[in-house]
């Protein structure tokens, strides 16, 4: 059987001990569904499931602004774990960004890849949290489980794609996934 791992787990892995360990090797193993690929549209995509945030976006007092490339091409993507990987950049950005400012979902296309950017205005990130985004468990918020960019990493693996960050302090951050274009047929 097939079986991913995002980079790091596995290091990550040994260095925890006891009660921790179990519950950390519970998080390795876990696997996302096998992907359910189609031809998917990602504007499209994104048109129909942000119909749906206003409410969670209007709550927070953050504006929603959107500039999507028409001339992107269609990936080969399994739309409800791409759009789960999207939703939680918006909500890591809704919750980054106090009242009064704006996240910006847009998409372009470079060679023969797409990307997707969840650009938001809160309050950026230091040098050291960059480098422990991705770790499972890494989390600010006091509720936070710190598993959301985690799984975003995982997805992005499994569509052979992968995801970037560029923050800086009070500047806020542009999270961008960036996968392969559909094969031409
Ligand atoms: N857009 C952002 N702006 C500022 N910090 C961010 C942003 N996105 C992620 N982070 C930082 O990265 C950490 C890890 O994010 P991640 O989504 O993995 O977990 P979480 O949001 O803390 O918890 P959960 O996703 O379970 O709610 C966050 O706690 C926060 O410190
Ligand atoms: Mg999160």
Known sequence: MRRTRVHGWSTECARKSSASTRCWKIICDLRLPKLQRRAVEVNELLDQKLAFMESIFGQAGVALGTSFDPSLETVS?????????????????IDATP??????????????EAHISVADTGGG????????????????KPTGTGLGLALVQQIMIEHGGRVECESA???????TLFLPLAAKS
């Open 125 to 140: 990130m230091t040098a050291e949290q960059l480098e422990k985004l991705y770790i499972p468990f890494f989390s600010t």
């Open 99 to 112: 009242a009064g400012g704006e996240i910006i979902v847009s998409t372009s296309r470079a060679g023969r």
């Open 169 to 175: 302090p009070g500047k806020g951050s542009a999270f």
């Open 77 to 93: 993507a399994d739309p409800e774990q791409l759009w789960q990987a999207i939703l939680n950049l918006i909500r890591n950005g």
